[in-house]
């Protein structure tokens, strides 16, 4: 396996490995993610599939509960070195975030859950009255207030996005 290491001069390095494509230049994971990850996204990327991605922990598989940046296609950036995998939101986007893709503890492509770490454990969601005036419902996970919204509807879309 081809590898590369990058020198963020700041003390920190970064090591990547290495996937031959048909460009130009090699694309670049994370030295520790999964093949099994590395073989889903490199199908996604080339099928053109929308993604849901959980990151987390993955030695514990705790989910993170990111709210952003966490659903659309996956891309590649331009590097000189290699090209790195981004999430973009269509088809149509010039760029996106850059993909944790060595934090990934499950991946859904059309609904259907196609990678989950062996220790995933669902975070529970409870949409319960607010506790505050102005605010119709809170949305808690696993017993914890995550966030407060002016209509039910809202709540609920929030819990759907995330789950």
């Known amino acids: 396996m081809k590898t590369l290491t990058i020198d963020h001069k700041n003390g920190h390095k970064s090591e990547y490995q290495l ?3 048909s460009g130009d230049l090699p694309i670049a994971y994370h030295k520790g993610t999964k093949q099994e990850i590395v073989n889903i996204l ?3 990327r080339e099928n053109r599939d ?3 991605i959980f990151l987390g922990d993955t030695k514990t598989g705790r989910n993170w509960n990111e709210e952003h ?3 659309g296609y996956i891309g590649l950036s331009r590097g000189y070195k290699a090209r790195f995998p981004i999430l973009v939101n269509n088809t149509r986007s010039m760029g ?3 993909l944790m893709d ?3 503890v499950k991946i859904k492509i059309g609904g259907y ?7 995933f454990k669902e975070s529970v969601f409870e949409l319960v009255t607010s506790d505050l005036t102005g605010y119709s419902h809170n949305v808690n996970i696993d017993g914890q207030l995550y966030s407060r919204h002016k209509t039910k509807r809202s709540a609920k ?3 759907s996005k995330m789950s």
């Open 96 to 98: 996106g975030s850059s």
């Open 50 to 52: 929308r993604i849901k």
């Open 19 to 21: 996937i031959n494509d």
């Open 69 to 71: 940046d966490t659903t």
């Open 102 to 104: 060595h934090c990934i």
């Open 113 to 119: 859950v196609k990678y989950q770490h062996p220790n």
């Open 42 to 44: 490199e199908r996604a």
């Open 157 to 159: 879309m929030l819990i």
